[in-house]
């Protein structure tokens, strides 16, 4: 009786090949696809050396064929066009994040015991994690680092006024 096994890929129980050692995928060219991107996938992560030539010869390929993403947008305009739609979500995504504030009076910046500054606090209100400040009618210089709300608990604070 045929050994039966569960394929990685697409699940199915099919008859495990005698001559293969621990099989894991079925024959279909689709899982047989999925097995050599994650041989590859992990090749790349543990040969460093193997990760080199693959990338010199990525590049060598790109700097031979330096028009084919210009000539793959004139001929497939179905692709631009929804990457450009995407692209304009993405940017209205990242302006959402911008928070503007009115810097002209000095504002309170909580500082870690290093000196690099961690939240910004004007009128008590603070800057959450990730979000951008455009600083207005000030010539003062602000450096604004995110971090998580977790390392913020955990840093002993200093209270500084710039100004």
């Known amino acids: 009786m045929a ?6 890929h697409c699940k199915r129980l099919v008859p495990a090949n005698p001559r293969v050692k621990n099989q894991r995928y079925c024959g279909s060219k689709e899982c047989q696809q999925a097995r050599k991107s994650e041989w ?9 050396y193997y990760a080199q030539r693959q990338n010199q010869s990525r590049q060598r390929w790109c700097d031979k064929n330096r028009d084919y993403w210009k000539n ?3 001929t497939h305009t179905e692709y631009a066009d929804r990457n450009r739609e995407l692209q304009k979500q993405r940017d209205q995504k990242r ?3 911008c928070v503007k504030m009115d810097a002209s009076d000095s504002s309170a910046f909580e ?6 500054i961690c939240v910004a606090n004007t009128g008590g209100y603070a ?23 977790e390392n913020l ?8 006024r710039i100004g």
């Open 72 to 74: 793959y947008r004139n």
């Open 40 to 48: 590859h996938r992990k090749k790349m992560k543990s040969d460093p």
């Open 95 to 97: 302006r959402r994040r």
């Open 111 to 116: 500082m870690d015991a290093s000196g690099e």
């Open 153 to 160: 608990a955990k840093m002993d604070k200093i209270d500084i």
């Open 127 to 149: 800057i959450p994690d990730r979000d951008l400040a455009k600083m207005d009618a000030s010539k003062e210089i602000y450096i604004l680092i995110p971090i998580s709300s």
């Open 3 to 8: 050994k039966i096994i569960r394929c990685k």
